[in-house]
């Protein structure tokens, strides 16, 4: 399977997820200002929130996807007041036709001292967990 990581990233909390993530994988992560250039059977997609909103340059990137580029994309982000960033994605994507898997990955990310030090060690651990599990299950469900 060939997989791809993209991340959109203002404080650092989403491309230190998407680096552990490509560690994991075996792949490098990028920032959405890269596009996916040849097709990817699952596609790993992370922000986080601010003032609210996943930042527009998260949303102009998907816009660039296609059910043909990508078969799958797995969201994970953080954020520290709203529940999670991946809502806001997923509605993206889903509008454009492009599958996304049910499970998703949100931890707490620091704001200030809202959740200060997060994600931390534990966090990125269960990111990790996450993505091993998934990608173990996609691995045995093509065999």
């Known amino acids: 399977m060939k997989y791809a990581i993209r991340y959109y990233s203002k404080f650092g909390h989403s491309k230190q997820m998407a680096d552990a993530l490509g560690n994991v994988i ?3 992560a990028a920032p959405v200002t890269e596009p996916v ?3 990817v059977d699952v596609l ?4 986080g929130v601010f003032l609210g909103s996943v930042n527009k340059s998260v949303f102009r990137f998907i816009d660039s996807l296609t059910p043909e580029k990508v078969r799958c994309v797995v969201l994970f982000g953080s954020c520290a007041i709203i529940d999670s960033p991946v809502p806001q994605m997923r509605k993206a994507l ?3 036709g492009i599958k996304v898997a049910d499970r998703s990955f949100t931890c707490k990310g620091s704001m200030g001292p809202i959740h200060s030090g997060h ?3 534990e966090d ?3 990111l990790c967990r996450f993505a091993k599990t998934f990608v173990t299950e996609q691995e045995t469900a093509n065999v």
Do not use: W
């Open 26 to 28: 075996g792949t490098s």
């Open 37 to 39: 250039t040849e097709p």
């Open 44 to 47: 790993f997609l992370g922000a």
């Open 94 to 96: 889903e509008e454009r």
């Open 119 to 121: 994600p931390d060690k």
């Open 124 to 126: 990125i651990d269960a």
